[in-house]
């Protein structure tokens, strides 16, 4: 007796099965492991209070005005590996200048990582600072006081440096 051969196969012997199978799984794969980042992870960008901060703008530019006004700018050399940060202080009336500055270190895309130091004037008027241990990336430096502020940007770590 002769076996029939029938023209059909199993589905899961096709390959091609396997692969308009696999597409989908995979996108299923993904989506759970973009759900386990998103649960996981804190990206730190949204604030509760945005109205109230939206209005304080106005505020901040005002500060940032006040500086130009009194021609206050600042010169910054940030050590990462000594951990020290130097702030040469330009002002109309340098002497006007307070005793410490507060600054701000804000990390341009976390601002988990954002840390405040004091800056301490030194006899030869440049303010010094110890630096906490700062992760690489693009950072800025908002040095301030109630009265003005000075907006200045500095490097951790990245292509060598």
């Known amino acids: 007796m002769q076996e029939k051969k029938t023209a059909f196969t199993r589905w899961y012997h096709e390959p091609y099965a396997w692969l308009v199978a696999?597409?989908?799984?995979?996108?299923?794969?993904?989506?759970f492991y973009t759900l386990r980042l998103a649960i996981v992870s804190?990206?730190?960008?949204?604030?509760?209070?945005?109205?109230?901060?939206?209005?304080?703008i106005n505020r901040v530019l005002e500060r940032d005005e006040r500086a130009v006004s009194l021609a206050i700018d600042a010169d910054l050399e940030v050590?990462?590996?000594a951990r020290t940060a130097t702030v040469r202080m330009r002002a109309r009336d340098a002497a006007?200048?307070?005793?410490s500055l507060h600054a701000r270190?804000?990390?341009?895309?976390r601002a988990?990582?954002?840390r405040d130091v004091v800056l301490e004037r030194a006899a030869?008027?440049?303010y010094f600072a110890a630096m906490p241990e700062l992760p690489a990336g693009h950072w800025y430096m908002q040095?301030?006081?109630?009265?003005?502020?000075?907006l200045k940007t500095f490097t951790v770590g990245l292509h060598g440096k």
């Open 143 to 150: 040095i301030e006081t109630g009265e003005w502020r000075v």
């Open 22 to 31: 696999l597409l989908p799984a995979a996108a299923v794969v993904a989506g």
């Open 124 to 126: 030869s008027g440049d």
């Open 105 to 109: 270190l804000m990390h341009s895309t």
């Open 96 to 99: 006007s200048l307070p005793a």
């Open 79 to 81: 050590d990462p590996a």
């Open 42 to 56: 804190d990206d730190g960008l949204v604030t509760d209070d945005y109205y109230k901060k939206g209005l304080e």
């Open 112 to 114: 988990g990582f954002d």
